[in-house]
């Protein structure tokens, strides 16, 4: 579709809420107005009505140690209690939980009363280790129940967990292992993978073999029969163990602001940062935007959340926000072509799905494929759709509404972070008429603001500046695990302590609505995954051929952004050309993982440098997505670009 027919097409659909979804719809207008006129008593209420506390709390906020937030305090819960014994209680125990979905077909149908037993015999397994409130343990596992059970186990005993997602290489689950210190790891032999089992154990092992690896125990669960190698005193089979152990486990209720998890994500930096999150704040802010932001209604939705529980989304939107709800939900370990691209259609219309929350890149992907895919199966049990990790484009946002959602579904565009724990701006379906491409606004009980250069406010429309937030919330992250000094510097100083930066751009439209543009850090987002450019230069700098490197994120159609990297190669070193460019980027994904691997890497003789030496990725940029370059002005040696563009077009006439 051309951009005219675009916005001709745009003008004429009626996007504003259906009569029919706003009087069921758990959002209503007037939540905005409440949380208006009394911030803290808007989220002391959410917290009261959608928890069930051991102790109620007596302060909602304590923000006198700002930029560290107490949310709920003097509160206690028990967050595993919340996301499954309180359902069982309430006499909800059949009631479904979980429909996994293997890759390969097999499925397993898990209730809540089943739930309560397996995450009480993980506890107990946990437990049995010398795992206790207070230790760290890592989880580096596929999609697959016991995941969840794991997940659910720590938060039960007060370990908080540190999820690793099962793409990363040994080296960075290494330094993630280290830096929170986790003393048991929980794993798999292997995935399932396009029908081929994956090692993950392997990594596992490579990983700890560091001398200064924190270590004592992995925990191994069978998923692919595959063979592993093998040390008795440290590796325990969860058939073993877990299977033996009783399934009943007390849990124990933890202050509202004991460390739930910690989450590793790319910043600015070579080094990953351990997002921390706390329990009653966390737990508050997520059950509450899945079910006013999903609309999820748990006697009856089917609910599936397509992300990894390696990544935030999974957190907060797989397991902890809908089952805190006492939702029934789809887990699906595959990928969406395994064996076939109508997979995802299949499954929703198996279990009919009513509420599906994904990313841009697969719908993307999906329309790639083409519509007449997803036509094949029945997808009218679908009545909410989400989107979520990068911008959505008007176009897969209007596809993503006719073929997927029936032209009738309300699309909910959730702008967050893994530091925000949860939504922070989306519409509400059944309040808001939609705007496709736009997250809109920010949810009750959130403000934001769009800072100019100077940092002043300012609402005036295309406008492009960046956004922050304005007041604490409840699932805000509590800091940088073990690093207090870069939660201040990377947060609360770019536009002073009033302001959480977020490190995305952003603009209004003209009727208020809030755009958001992508980061303005040195933070790429590739299918909906954070990377860091500094971390994958100093991956290909590890590499003894290399000198220097610079890597850009470059448009991309499918995947949003994509990796591009420009190398020196060390004056001893020989280019081998495309033999030396793979050597380079398995480098990078025996380093990072094979998420960062580069699209594209160049060798070149120089990197452009303004006089102080800071590398102008904005001229890289240019040249990887075939622009022409921009003002070179600033550059210590002008002609510079030339060489690279020189360079560059022999290449390309090899
Ligand atoms: C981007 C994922 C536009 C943004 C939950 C943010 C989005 C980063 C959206 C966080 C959206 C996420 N529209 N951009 N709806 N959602 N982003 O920590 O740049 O993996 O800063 O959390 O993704 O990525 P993270």
């Not at 909800?92 to 809540?112: L, P």
């Not at 058939?239 to 602001?257: G, I, K, Y």
């Not at 939660?487 to 603009?507: C, L, N, Q, V």
């Not at 800071?614 to 997505?625: F, N, P, T, Y």
Request: net charge negative; with cysteine.
């Amino acid at each position: 579709m051309s951009d005219d027919s675009l916005s001709s097409h745009l003008h004429e659909m009626d996007l504003s809420p259906a009569a029919e979804f706003t009087a069921q719809a758990n959002g209503t207008a007037q939540m905005y107005d409440d949380a208006e006129a009394d911030h803290e008593g808007f989220w002391a209420a959410q917290a009261r009505e959608r928890l069930t506390w051991a102790t109620d709390f007596e302060q909602t906020l304590d923000w006198s140690g700002a930029p560290f937030a107490k949310w709920y305090v003097g509160g206690t819960l028990n967050v595993a209690y919340n996301c499954v014994d309180r359902h069982v209680e309430a006499g909800h125990g059949d009631r479904v939980a979980i429909h996994f979905e293997g890759e390969r077909g097999d499925t397993r149908t898990i209730t809540y009363a089943d739930l309560q037993k397996e995450v009480a015999k993980a506890a107990n397994a946990l437990e049995s280790l010398g795992v206790s409130t207070g230790d760290r343990v890592a989880i580096y596992m596929p999609m697959i129940p016991e995941t969840v059970f794991t997940m659910l186990a720590c938060a039960r005993i007060g370990a908080p967990h540190s999820v690793i997602f099962g793409g990363f290489s040994a080296e960075a689950l290494h330094t993630r292992i280290a830096d929170a210190e986790a003393r048991v790891v929980v794993t798999t032999d292997g995935q399932w993978r396009r029908g081929k089992a994956a090692p993950l154990k392997a990594a596992v092992v490579a990983a700890i073999a560091h001398d200064d690896s924190p270590v004592e125990k992995v925990l191994v669960v069978k998923r692919t029969d595959s063979e592993v190698e093998w040390d008795d005193q440290r590796d325990v089979w969860w058939h073993d163990l877990v299977e033996a152990q009783s399934d009943t486990h007390e849990a124990r209720p933890m202050d509202s602001e004991h460390p739930l998890f910690i989450l590793y994500t790319s910043g600015t930096t070579g080094k990953p940062k351990g997002i921390f999150h706390t329990t009653g704040g966390y737990l508050t802010h997520a059950a509450y935007t899945n079910a006013v932001v999903h609309d999820l209604h748990p006697e009856t939705d089917v609910y599936w959340c397509t992300a990894d529980v390696g990544w935030v989304t999974g957190h907060s939107y797989i397991v902890y926000g809908p089952l805190a709800n006492g939702a029934t939900q789809v887990l699906y370990e595959g990928t969406p072509d395994s064996p076939h691209q109508g997979r995802w259609w299949e499954i929703v219309e198996k279990y009919k799905v009513s509420i599906l929350y994904t990313a841009p890149t697969a719908i993307r992907t999906f329309m790639k494929w083409g519509a007449d895919i997803p036509a094949k199966s029945d997808l009218s049990s679908i009545r909410v759709l989400g989107s979520v990790g990068e911008p959505i484009n008007p176009e897969a946002w209007l596809w993503y509404r006719k073929h997927i959602g029936g032209d009738r579904a309300p699309i909910v565009d959730t702008w967050w972070q893994t530091e925000t724990g949860a939504i922070m701006i989306s519409p509400l379906p059944g309040v808001t008429t939609l705007e496709p491409g736009s997250a809109q606004r920010p949810i009750p009980g959130i403000s934001a603001e769009i800072l100019d250069d100077d940092g002043q406010p300012f609402t005036e429309p295309e406008k492009v500046g960046y956004l922050v937030l304005t007041k604490p919330w409840p699932g805000m992250l509590r800091g940088i695990w073990g690093d207090p000094d870069r939660y201040r510097e990377t947060y609360w100083s770019r536009f002073g302590p009033k302001y959480y930066f977020a490190g995305d751009g952003a603009k209004y439209d003209a009727k208020g609505n809030i755009w958001l543009l992508g980061r303005v850090d040195d933070v790429m987002n590739v299918s909906g995954h954070r990377l860091s450019t500094a971390e994958i230069e100093s991956a290909l700098v590890s590499h003894p051929s290399v000198a220097e490197a610079a890597v850009v994120g470059a448009a991309d159609e499918t995947t949003g952004q994509a990796v591009c990297a420009f190398v020196i190669l060390r004056g001893e070193a020989v280019d081998h050309g495309e033999e030396t460019v793979q050597e380079l980027r398995n480098h990078v994904a025996q380093e990072i993982g094979p998420i960062a691997k580069p699209r594209q890497i160049m060798i070149v003789p120089e990197l452009p440098k303004t006089r102080s030496g800071k590398i102008m990725r904005r001229l890289l940029k240019d040249v990887a997505e075939n622009r022409e370059v921009g003002d070179v002005t600033t550059l210590a040696d002008s002609s510079v670009m030339s060489l690279i563009q020189q360079g560059m077009s022999a290449d390309s006439a090899d």
